[in-house]
């Protein structure tokens, strides 16, 4: 049988009558030829002129005998020696086997398999990487499902919308006229959008996101940023203010890729800033990193909601954001092309009505390139 434990089992077997053996034969050697005589030395003569004849060893069976108490010693011995070996491999392979039965079991999609971490060392650093490995994929499975759900239910709409209006028109319960055509082409815009964020995010998180670095002022790309906002804050009469606290750094960055997210950051804080509300953009460098904040004064998210602001398609005030036009991958956008620059994205509230911050950090001024020279 081709198992493990058979051999291991066969090769302590091996060894223990191996090592049994060399005493066994120096014993009987030893018995042959320098004991088991009757007493008379080898090659005298007895008292009747005859030679003197050894007493054979073995010629009385019930007679117990020196060698014959060593042997059967020795036999137990290695009985018992054969018994542990064969029961110590059994234990040892034991786990093997059950992970064996795991293994088939993941690959048959019963992700939730685990196996007990226990035996040697190194079956419990086998053990404890294959439950990372399976909760991993799990993980992935589960976000998998997630996303595959939540992009049939944001496809979902716009479609509805596209299929019972042509439907309409074809019943003519009213005329294709141009305003029609708009609303139908605003919908294939809002599919359009979706996809090409779907892609974004897809090479983000595959770490295959091309980024065209270039020198970049933060400081002259945070305020024309934040001009081209304003004359969409004035709209809701929401202040945009920008606040350098002290000279920014020159960094080596996409700069698109960055002024979308600062545009993700500043749209989110809009929707949930009300009239005569602030948001404000605030730079801060440090010798080994750049935070940049935005801030607003607004709606706050609740505690529960903070953890998940950044997943995909999560949304705490989901009429709202629907009727904002949003795809709900803006925020999980943001985090991936930060990171995809070696930075961290966090998100801070006190609760409703407390505003909220976002605060991006790039670090690693060696990828960055940061100068604090003046320019």
């Not at 892609?199 to 024309?224: F, H, I, K, M």
């Not at 698109?256 to 545009?263: E, I, N, P, W």
Request: glycine fraction near 6%; aromatic fraction near 6%.
């Amino acid at each position: 049988m081709n198992r493990l434990w058979v051999r291991i089992s066969l090769t302590f077997v091996g060894v223990v009558f191996f090592v049994i053996a060399i005493p066994i034969t120096i014993v009987l050697t030893s018995a042959v030829f320098a004991g088991a005589f009757d007493n008379q030395p080898a090659g005298l003569v007895s008292s009747d002129g005859e030679a003197a004849r050894p007493r054979p060893l073995f010629e009385d069976a019930s007679e117990s005998h020196p060698v014959f108490d060593f042997l059967h010693f020795f036999a137990f011995v290695a009985l018992l020696g054969a018994a542990v070996g064969v029961l110590s491999t059994r234990g040892l392979t034991a786990p093997l086997n059950k992970l064996v039965e795991a293994a088939k079991a993941v690959g048959a999609k019963n992700l939730s398999r685990r196996v007990d971490v226990k035996g040697t060392d190194e079956i419990k650093a086998v053990a404890q990487a294959f439950n990372e490995m399976a909760a991993e994929l799990e993980k992935a499975e589960t976000l998998r499902t997630n996303l595959l759900n939540d992009v049939a239910h944001e496809l979902r709409t716009p479609i509805t919308v596209i299929q019972g209006s042509l439907r309409a028109i074809l019943d003519d319960v009213y005329e294709m006229d141009k305003a029609e055509i708009a609303r139908l082409y605003d919908q294939t815009r809002h599919l359009s959008r979706l996809v090409d964020d779907l892609r974004e995010l897809a090479q983000a998180e595959a770490n295959q996101l091309p980024l065209n670095l270039t020198s970049v002022n933060v400081e002259d790309w945070v305020q024309g940023t934040a001009a081209a906002f304003r004359p969409i804050s004035a709209e809701k009469n929401v202040t945009v203010l920008v606040e350098v606290l002290s000279q920014p750094p020159q960094i080596m960055a996409d700069q698109a890729r960055l002024t979308q997210c600062l545009h993700n950051l500043l749209n989110n804080a809009l929707q949930h800033t009300p009239a005569g509300g602030t948001i404000a953009i605030r730079v801060d460098p440090a010798p080994d990193a750049l935070f940049l904040r935005v801030q607003d004064t607004g709606e706050g998210i609740e505690a529960q909601h903070l953890p998940y602001i950044f997943d995909r398609f999560y949304r705490p005030d989901l009429a709202r954001s629907r009727q904002a036009g949003g795809t709900g991958l803006g925020l999980a956008i943001t985090r991936s092309y930060v990171e995809a620059h070696g930075g961290t994205i966090e998100v801070a509230s006190e609760g409703p009505g407390k505003g909220t911050t976002f605060t991006i950090q790039l670090r690693g001024v060696p990828n960055l390139c940061c100068d604090y020279s003046d320019t």
